[in-house]
């Protein structure tokens, strides 16, 4: 049978920047059966840790052959070797190499993870190799909790996790005191008479005594070898059952993702920062864009569909009803929302004085001044939704009626009015609503428009539809020099419907005009729309989706530099971690893969938070940016932005991750484990 360990011809020749070439080994040739206890001494500068480095597979030779249990380790490619390394070898370091952001448990579980071994059988199967070297009691220390016999003896069951059919021991007692140096070997000689193969660098002639074979190095040469100790067939060395899977699990990137986060704290926030302020940028952005867009919309009324009751005569005249809105509603698909509206002449009554009004009822309905800016009250409240659902007989004057009602002499607020008869409690009192900038009329024209626009009560609209509509509300026909006026009394309802699309309010309207026909039979209503607006508003904010869309990616576009940078950052100072990785079996891929999951989870985080800033950073800018009494504008913050702003900045996180990873992938395991 061939050996387990063969070398024949080995040379490893360095050569630095300048083109200088190092002699490091030089025809090594050797062959290790299965179960040797083998010393490799030599001065220092001899290339016994050359030997081991690619014994151990974390380096290539640059001459001659190398074959591990007959099979070509030459030929075999970076994750050939990776899992060469993950399923045969165990790695014991004079330094121990352990991540110092896991705790003693989890350093030993490592090398399972990268076998694809579950994390109940991984955690099982650690405790019991920590405890079997007395170490059940330290599980959760760190290693800096640990004293050095404690750490090595971590590292040796950390080498043995994913079985160590051979233990690679570099000056495993070279930091440790005489006592914990003994205790050390003890362990690995009877590691040896378990059936692993353990071969040891060191230059210590007591453990080169104690092994059961010696090589020395001279010059990258063999220059003594004492030979192979004759023994009857070593042990057969067990291994964990696994699944061998090809990916490291999802679950076990996380775990370790959110430990190395939250050991490198100033990293991992200056990561989140850099995303939280890029996706808030564009969330308060879009924010603002959002509800300019929807309040010109609403000012303008591109968007605005009104269907009024109106026939010819009182047979052909269709009674919009409640249930016409939310059929609207909830089948016409570019429908947004829908209101009802009643409006008409009645007369109110204060006292002796009686005047004709025009009152308004209607579901959300926000009166609006002359020029389309919100009306503001001079004293008291308008009116609320719970003030229609409780049916409050209650009214808001506009400020022409409750002069003409109450003069100066008292405060209409608290007053009782009658409505057609029914009294209403005065809730508040409208502003005078001031002129429109560009409407620039004599005072003699312009008084009498603002008082006739001021010649207007609200009151809430179930209320109204029970106390005030009278039973008959048929259209009342007018001849006036042979043209036919048709006016409806107060109680004739009203629907505006609000599209999402203004382009297609035609085609909207259309579709409302076949259903109300289907459900009525007929065709006696009316429909207003204004295709002018939906062009105009159309040719505003056509380009608003590039522009957003060129901002949105500046935005991004520093937070991927700034998230680039910090990772960059973070590979440099875990190059030694990076390597550690590498020599239990981590393959390039899961050294990519940890990387990208750690910027994607940071990126997930600082997403949530940019939602959160972005939008009190559009409120407050809204706020500052809005002149007192001038329209103002809302921040529309729509339900898309949470997993748009999620999966941004999780997008965000791999963009930026994938230039480290890649790095960070591609480090030599040999010099990643030699970093500081």
Not at 616 to 643: E, R
Request: hydrophobic share 45%; glycine share 10%.
């Amino acid at each position: 049978m061939s050996p387990l360990i063969e070398l024949r011809g080995i040379g490893r020749v360095f050569e630095d920047e300048d083109g200088v070439r190092t002699q490091a080994l030089a025809d090594v040739t050797l062959a290790i059966e299965a179960g040797e206890l083998v010393c490799i001494t030599g001065p220092s500068g001899s290339g016994k840790s050359t030997l081991l480095n690619i014994l151990g597979c974390l380096d290539r030779p640059t001459a001659g052959e190398y074959r591990v249990d007959g099979r070509d380790v030459t030929v075999l490619d970076a994750d050939e070797l990776a899992r060469l390394r993950r399923d045969e070898f165990g790695f014991v370091f004079q330094s121990f190499n352990l991540l110092e952001s896991a705790t003693c448990q989890q350093n030993v579980e490592l090398p399972a993870r990268y076998l694809g071994l579950g994390a109940g059988p991984a955690r099982d199967r650690a405790r019991r190799l920590l405890q079997s070297l007395g170490l059940s009691d330290r599980l959760d220390h760190r290693p800096a909790e640990l004293s050095g016999g404690e750490q090595q003896r971590t590292a040796i069951a950390r080498a043995l996790m994913n079985g160590g059919r051979v233990i690679l021991a570099d000056e495993p007692t070279g930091a440790l005191d005489s006592a914990q140096g003994e205790e050390v070997m003890s362990l690995l000689r009877g590691l040896s008479e378990r059936g692993h193969t353990v071969l040891i660098v060191s230059h210590d002639a007591a453990i080169a005594a104690s092994a059961d074979r010696r090589i020395a190095l001279s010059d990258g040469h063999v220059v003594a070898d004492s030979g192979a100790a004759a023994s009857e067939s070593p042990p057969h060395v067990p291994t964990p059952e696994n699944g061998r899977s090809r990916v490291l699990g999802l679950s076990a990137l996380l775990r370790d993702a959110l430990t190395c986060l939250g050991a490198n704290s100033l990293r991992t926030a200056l990561m989140v920062l850099s995303v939280a302020l890029g996706v808030g940028s564009v969330v308060a952005l879009l924010s603002l864009s959002e509800g300019i867009e929807s309040r010109t919309l609403e000012a303008i009324e591109a968007n605005l569909i009104k269907i009024h009751s109106l026939g010819s005569s009182k047979d052909t005249a269709v009674q919009l009803t409640l249930a016409d809105a939310d059929a609207i509603r909830s089948e016409i698909p570019n429908v947004m929302t829908t209101h009802l509206r009643m409006k008409g002449p009645l007369s109110i009554r204060w006292g002796t004085v009686a005047e004709e009004t025009e009152v308004h009822a209607g579901t959300g309905m926000r009166p609006t001044a002359i020029d389309r800016r919100p009306w503001p009250l001079a004293r008291g409240a308008f009116l609320t939704v719970e003030d229609s659902e409780r049916r409050e007989q209650v009214v808001v004057l506009g400020p022409a009626i409750a002069e003409a009602l109450f003069g100066g002499a008292s405060d209409p607020i608290g007053e009782h009015v009658q409505i057609d008869g029914i009294p209403f409690l005065v809730k508040g009192v409208l502003e005078q609503s001031p002129p429109p900038p560009n409407m620039d009329l004599p005072e003699e024209l312009l008084g009498p428009i603002l008082a006739m626009f001021g010649d207007v009560a609200y009151v809430p609209f179930h209320t109204a539809r029970e106390l005030l509509v009278p039973a008959d509300v048929a259209p009342e026909l007018t001849i006036i020099d042979g043209v036919r006026l048709v006016s409806t009394p107060f109680g004739a309802l009203t629907i505006e419907a609000r599209v999402a699309d203004p382009n297609a309010v035609e085609a909207t309207a259309s579709a409302i005009r076949d259903l109300l026909i289907r459900t009525h039979g007929r065709e006696g209503f009316s429909m207003e729309i204004d295709v002018e607006r939906a062009d105009t508003f159309d040719r505003l904010f056509g380009l608003h989706p590039v522009l957003q869309g060129g901002i949105a990616a500046v935005a991004l576009l520093v937070a991927i530099v700034g998230v680039t940078a910090t990772t960059l950052v973070a590979v440099g100072a875990r190059r030694r971690e990076i390597g550690i990785r590498m020599a239990i079996g981590a393959r390039r891929r899961d050294i990519a893969s940890q990387f990208l999951v750690e910027a994607a989870i940071a990126a997930f985080v600082g997403g949530a938070i940019g939602l959160l800033l972005g939008y009190w950073a559009g409120v407050g800018v809204a706020a500052v940016a809005t002149p007192s009494g001038s329209l103002q504008v809302p921040v529309a913050f729509a339900s898309w932005f949470v997993p748009a702003a999620l999966c941004g900045g999780v997008a965000t996180g791999l963009v930026a991750g994938i230039m480290p990873a890649r790095r960070a992938a591609r480090l030599d395991p040999v010099e990643a484990l030699a970093a500081e």
